[in-house]
T-cell receptor, first 112, second 118 residues
Framework: QKEVEQNSGPLSVPEGAIASLNCTYS??????FFWYRQYSGKSPELIMS????GDKEDGRFTAQLNKASQYVSLLIRDSQPSDSATYLC????????????FGTGTRLKVLA | SAVISQKPSRDICQRGTSLTIQCQVD?????MFWYRQQPGQSLTLIAT?????????ESGFVIDKFPISRPNLTFSTLTVSNMSPEDSSIYLC???????????????FGPGTRLLVL
């Protein structure tokens, strides 16, 4: 059974701080990794994708991938109250397909 | 990314009835997907819908319960048949990321259909 694990939270951080969201996955051969943000009552919105070990930065967001340890993380710098949402980690275990496995999401609360 | 719309945005239905959800994309896409997100849960893939072929269903989902149509490259429907309260959920369509710099194997989601079955 392929699994993607996330801490459900809520993770509370003060405004301006760095929020760190973590995700582990069970299928060692997984190739593609994605972070989605989902506001309450809305659909998931793609934030970042990452495919290679290391860091990938996009604005205030940094995705980190460590395939040896089977984890992927998302850092949000200078957190804002508008970042308060559920963050979903998705793993595509089979390159060339779109068969995502989603984690249950981490609820982030940024306190003003 | 593509602009994706879904209709209806929400509905309240009686058990035993069926509801057809429409998904429209503003550009042609090969692959479309239907997901279910039950209250407080993550997303579960129901099926993959490619134009010109039968939908491919995931384990636990069957065509009789969730028939899917994909008549062209911009449109798909999902029907939830013979509904029960357990079908109350958010139903989402998604499409593959398109060119123009879209990351490979990415998916973009429509706004979702919120279904409550009484």
């Amino acid at each position: 059974q392929k699994e993607v694990e996330q801490n459900s939270g809520p993770l509370s951080v003060p405004e301006g701080a760095i929020a760190s969201l973590n995700c582990t996955y069970s299928d060692r051969v997984s190739q593609s990794f994605f972070w989605y943000r989902q506001y309450s009552g809305k659909s998931p919105e793609l934030i970042m994708s990452i495919y290679s070990n290391g860091d990938k930065e996009d604005g205030r967001f940094t995705a980190q991938l460590n395939k040896a340890s089977q984890y992927v993380s998302l850092l949000i710098r200078d957190s804002q109250p508008s970042d308060s949402a559920t963050y979903l980690c998705a793993v595509n275990p089979l390159s060339g397909t779109y068969k995502y496995i989603f984690g249950t999401g981490t609820r982030l609360k940024v306190l003003a | 990314s593509a602009v994706i719309s879904q209709k209806p945005s929400r509905d309240i239905c009686q058990r035993g009835t069926s509801l057809t959800i429409q998904c429209q994309v503003d550009s042609q896409v090969t692959m479309m997907f239907w997901y279910r997100q039950q209250p407080g849960q993550s997303l579960t893939l129901i099926a993959t819908a490619n134009q010109g072929s039968e939908a491919t269903y995931e384990s636990g989902f069957v065509i009789d319960k969730f028939p899917i149509s994909r008549p062209n490259l911009t449109f798909s429907t999902l029907t939830v048949s013979n509904m029960s309260p357990e079908d109350s959920s958010i139903y989402l369509c998604s499409v593959e990321g398109l060119g123009g710099g879209a990351a490979k194997e990415t998916q973009y989601f429509g706004p979702g259909t919120r279904l409550l079955v009484l």
